[in-house]
């Protein structure tokens, strides 16, 4: 007989890390339960060739929530941030390139070259972009209130973002409501000229998801990119020394000094239930831990229609859950290069490839890659994010050939259900397709490889349990979004079962290395185990 | 000397005309001004092959609100719609057969899938649930959001409470109804793909989106709004045409002593500082007004029909961002036989309802690639009507006339293809032959072709780049967007200039809920009762 835990979390993705650090800051005793033999989720670092180490899934942290670096210590426990001063790099083939700095001034000089018209208004688009991000944030730190029997809590909550809402001002309160729902290509096009510098903002409105910068809501999605950190126009760009990996390793010690349990190599097989109510978890090894609160750091379709038994959850809920949209489009190609690639059109400044580098050479570009996407095939020129860490933190590279880099790439469209063939089979035709895309901008790079690894969406969802290949648990598009992430009615961290809560990417405000869900999560967790305690 | 009038209305479409009539039956001395020779805008009935007549747009009604042909009397005024039974999807050697007969339709649903026919009576009853729900949203005057008049909101308050009612799942669907793509949102229930395909079809019409573009399940309710109005079931089509609503509208104008002239196109509105004083016709006549209405689009009448430098920059530019791109043409043909289908030979009930040319998602969406970059669809989704079935006077005895709507036709085409002038016979040959491919003897019966395309829609009808639906029925220019974020409210920034077209709330469609709303609204203002 286990000793009785307050909360066992399911997964030590980093958004199970953070709730499990905030519950066992409240006091509670917690066990985290974590099916690989790492913690971190999709916040990990691989050796890819001896003393060369690489971003294995993400491999930027931009997006972490400051509060929770503050409140977890996270500094203390390790974490580093690197900010380089280039937010984006996007250069085309034909040598030309767009680059957006953090110095948002510099930005639009920079803009000038090619046009005066798109230098004059980036300051304002970037302004704009701040501002609606602004009132995302403030959503994104709510839980999405119950609309249907609202308390007083959520009523404060209602005026709150009323207040914030009319706090943005009649234009960009308009604004907000009429670009959402917009496509990213539109919502671009109403600002700047340049198809280059178009499609290098455009990408964040459709990066992991199913859409192409012509499908209705990216633009929401861009927006809450920048949402809750200094990402603006260009989005953020902030690496984690040692890689994403060292991030998870931070929030793990922290959860540890908080008293937190983690215990790796333990694969939960179902969540227990007794008359409707969670009641703790069984293991693959047949182990049962109880505990008052059950809290999934995995997506909530898994939970509910793999986990949980469906008696419990009930058909209708089933079919629900079962319809969540996970149409992961993502690979990751990760590289260890002998040296540092040159790209021409950085113009050999070396700070341009600090930061991320995209290749997405225009709006219609990425919308004829997403089409490959659309009928079940790969891209044969996936848009392409690139990072070369080592370049900004030399810790990567302890080894390895003088000189040598590593390089971590993001490759778009990839579906996960392939018509032809299985992933096993092309993933190195993707590999080379996302070579080819590179060299029309790196030419000479291929030679420069020392080992590659490629992950293809199906990798994702073995290795890494992410349903459907999504990196973001579900998709972050608005039929997925604040009330309704990742079910309506069920938005507010506590699954349709008793004592069974949600703290993954799936849950509002959505995926990312936010940390966001875990944190909400937790602060209800906790205000329900104390009610429950008193 | 001016002639004075308390409302003068330009353009004499249906929702020009649909004001007209309550304007002048609350009192008011109301004068609408088309520039055609015939009325109705988009909904003209016009004889273009000799002894042929043709719905030259707009070519089905399902929308046209109840109270409109209750309050307007209009049967009295000579609409009689006629239903138009089923749609029929025709396949390589096989074919989808949806009828009125609930019967019927499960049987052959059986046929292609048990688990469909299943959640498709599922599917039905929840859809209506939806539109049950939704339908007081077409007569509700959209509130400023950013506005702190309580009043405005209370119509919303009424929906907000329905929607708590509603039980957690119908909550569920109607979230994804306003943010899913018709693909995904079908893809929940069914698995026959031409099913799902005819199915997103109305999902699309009208919107330069494919059926996989999140915001298109939305405009799948529409189709179910129509069905529970009582008036009919589903689609039908007016007899005499589209045409023939027009005209039963303007007929109920004229009795409740509204004037209409035609060929009498407006050059500009005339202000006074901010305020609208009337309009100057194009001959130079001057009518003075104390309300003028424009039942023309928010560009045309914005950008066009007032003197540069009247309004707001800001709202001048909101005006200038408002989406059209017209994405339909319209295919008319006048034949001297029926067409001969190769799934299912023969000239029976099939063609009696729409035949709609949508065997598969990939088609769709495929069509829709074509003009995602300026190019016209080589095979392109198909709503072929032959109204000559249920409406014989269209058409001498024994002729028929067929009526095409083709989607997709972007109004900005691609350089390297010239204008739409060079282009208007290949995109009717492509029509042809995406018809001949299920129907090859359609090239033989064929006795006259008109081909209309967005460019050749926004000539006739002057609806900017070819939109039928007065801008694009994205969820982006919807209610409280539509047609300017802050002016759903069919006032303008121009005093005494009130929108009572289909660019605003709640958008296109033979509907003319637009029209009485504008005109419900500009009595409020004047304190007049609605009669």
């Known amino acids: ?534 | 000397m001016a002639e004075r009038y308390d409302a003068v209305i330009i353009g004499g479409g249906h929702n020009g005309l649909v004001s007209a009539a309550y304007l002048a039956r609350a009192g008011m001395k109301t004068l609408v001004l088309e520039s055609r020779h015939v009325l109705g805008g988009a909904a003209v009935t016009e004889e273009i092959v000799p002894g042929f007549r043709f719905s030259a747009f707009s070519y089905v009604v399902s929308l046209l609100r109840p109270e409109i042909i209750r309050e307007l009397r209009l049967p009295q005024h000579g609409l009689d719609i006629l239903p138009l039974d089923g749609t029929f999807t025709p396949l390589d050697g096989d074919y989808l057969w949806r009828v009125n007969d609930h019967g019927r339709t499960m049987r052959e649903l059986r046929r292609w899938n048990p688990s469909d026919a299943e959640a498709y009576e599922e599917y039905g009853q929840l859809m209506v649930e939806m539109a049950k729900f939704i339908k007081p949203i077409l007569g509700i005057v959209p509130p400023d959001p950013t506005g702190r008049d309580p009043r405005e909101f209370l119509p919303l308050a009424g929906l907000a409470r329905a929607f708590q009612q509603l039980p957690e799942r119908q909550q569920a669907v109607f979230v994804q109804l306003m943010t899913m793509s018709a693909s995904a949102f079908l893809d929940q229930w069914f698995e026959t793909d031409p099913l799902k395909a005819t199915m997103s079809a109305s999902g699309i019409i009208g919107t330069y989106l494919g059926v996989k573009s999140p915001g298109t399940a939305y405009v799948l309710l529409h189709h179910y709004m129509g069905e529970i109005d009582g008036a009919f079931r589903a689609w039908g089509i007016p007899k005499g045409g589209t045409g023939g609503i027009s005209l039963a509208i303007a007929s109920a104008a004229r009795s409740l002593g509204a004037e209409i002239r035609l060929e009498a196109p407006v050059a500009r509105i005339t202000t006074v500082g901010d305020r609208a004083t009337g309009v100057v016709l194009e001959s130079g006549e001057e009518i003075e007004a104390a309300a003028v209405l424009a039942s023309t689009d928010v560009r045309r009448t914005f950008l066009q029909l007032l003197e540069p430098g009247t309004l707001d920059p800001d709202f001048e530019a909101e005006v200038k961002r408002f989406k059209f791109r017209g994405s339909s043409g319209k295919v008319n043909l006048a034949v001297d036989r029926l067409p001969d289908f190769l799934c299912l030979p023969g000239q029976g009930e099939h063609l009696r309802g729409a035949i709609s040319f949508s065997p598969s998602i990939d088609y769709m969406e495929r069509a829709y690639d074509d003009a995602k970059y300026g190019r016209f669809s080589q095979r392109p989704y198909i709503d072929m009507i032959i109204p000559t079935l249920v409406d014989p006077t269209m058409a001498p005895p024994g002729k028929h006339v067929i009526s095409c709507f083709v989607q997709y036709a972007p109004y900005k085409l691609d350089p390297s293809l010239g204008t739409w002038d060079d282009q208007r016979e290949a995109f009717g040959d492509a029509v042809i032959e995406t018809i001949a491919e299920r129907a090859p003897d359609i090239r033989d019966i064929i006795i006259g072709r008109q081909v209309h395309t967005p460019l050749d829609i926004e000539r006739i009808t002057g609806l900017t780049e070819g939109n039928i639906f007065q801008g694009e029925l994205s969820l982006e220019q919807l209610f409280f967007s539509r047609p300017v974020p802050g002016y759903a409210r069919f006032r303008t920034p121009i005093r005494d200039l009130w929108l009572c077209g289909s660019s605003t709330h709640p958008g296109g469609g033979i509907m003319g809920a637009n029209g009485r709303l504008a005109a419900m609204e500009l009595l409020r203002a004047r304190g007049r009762k609605a009669a």
């Open chain 1, 1 to 534: 007989m286990t000793e009785r835990n307050d909360a066992v979390v399911i997964g030590a993705g980093h958004n199970a890390l953070v709730t499990a650090a905030y519950l066992g800051r409240a006091g509670l005793r917690t066990l985290v339960l974590e099916r690989r033999e790492r913690v971190g989720g999709a916040a990990d670092t691989t050796e890819l060739a001896p003393g060369m180490r690489v971003p294995t899934l993400a491999h930027t942290v931009g997006r972490l929530r400051p509060s929770i670096v503050r409140d977890l210590a996270l500094k203390e426990h390790g974490l580093t941030l690197l900010a380089p001063e280039v937010r984006v790099f996007a250069p085309s083939p034909d040598g030309s390139a767009v680059t957006l700095w953090r110095d948002v001034a510099a930005t639009a000089e920079g803009l000038r070259k090619r046009s005066s018209a798109d230098a004059d208004a980036y300051a304002g688009f970037d302004r704009q972009v701040r501002a609606l991000g602004h009132f995302l944030a403030d959503l994104g730190q709510e839980t999405p209130p119950d609309i249907l029997s609202p308390g007083i809590g959520d009523a404060l909550a209602g005026l709150k973002l009323g207040r914030t809402y009319r706090g943005l001002g009649k234009v960009d309160a308009r604004t907000l409501l009429r670009v959402l729902p917009m496509a990213v290509a539109d919502y671009v096009a109403e600002a700047f000229e340049t198809d280059a510098l178009r499609a290098a903002i455009a990408w964040r409105g459709v990066r992991y998801a199913e859409l192409g910068p012509w499908s209705g809501g990216s633009t929401a999605v861009l927006l809450t990119d920048g949402a809750g950190n200094d990402g603006g126009a260009a989005g953020e760009t902030i690496y984690a020394r040692g890689g994403p990996g060292a991030l998870a390793e931070a929030l793990a010690a922290a959860a540890r000094a908080a008293g937190v349990e983690i215990r790796t190599g333990a694969t939960v097989s179902r969540v227990g239930t007794d008359d409707g109510r969670a009641t703790g978890v069984v293991l693959e090894s047949g182990e049962v831990v109880d505990a008052r609160a059950v809290v999934s750091g995995t997506d909530a379709r898994r939970t509910l229609t793999e986990l949980v038994d469906p008696v419990t959850v009930g058909p209708s809920m089933r079919w629900r859950a079962g319809n969540i949209r996970q149409p992961g489009v993502v690979a990751k190609v990760n590289l260890a290069l002998r040296a540092t690639p040159t790209f021409p059109a950085a113009g050999g400044d070396p700070r341009t490839l600090r930061g991320r580098i995209v290749v997405a050479p225009g709006i219609d570009a990425m919308e004829r890659a997403f089409d490959a996407a659309k009928y079940g095939r790969p891209s044969d020129t996936p848009v392409v994010e690139a990072t070369i860490p080592s370049l900004v933190d030399a810790s990567l590279v302890t080894g390895g050939p003088e000189g040598g880099q590593v390089m971590s790439v993001i490759a778009q469209y990839a579906p996960v259900d392939l018509r032809e063939g299985s992933w096993d089979d092309q993933r190195d035709a993707f590999g080379d397709a996302v070579m080819g895309v590179l060299e029309s901008v790196a030419p000479g790079i291929g030679g420069l490889v020392e080992a590659r690894q490629v992950l293809t969406p199906r990798d994702l969802e073995r290795e890494y349990g992410l349903a459907g290949g999504h990196p973001l648990h579900a998709e972050p598009t608005l039929d997925s979004f604040f009330l309704w992430r990742p079910l309506f009615g069920h938005a507010r961290y506590r699954l349709p079962v008793e004592g069974l809560y949600l703290c993954g990417s799936s849950a509002h405000p959505g995926g990312g290395i936010t940390g966001g869900p875990g944190q909400n999560a937790a602060r209800e967790v906790v205000a329900d185990l104390r009610r429950r305690r008193g």
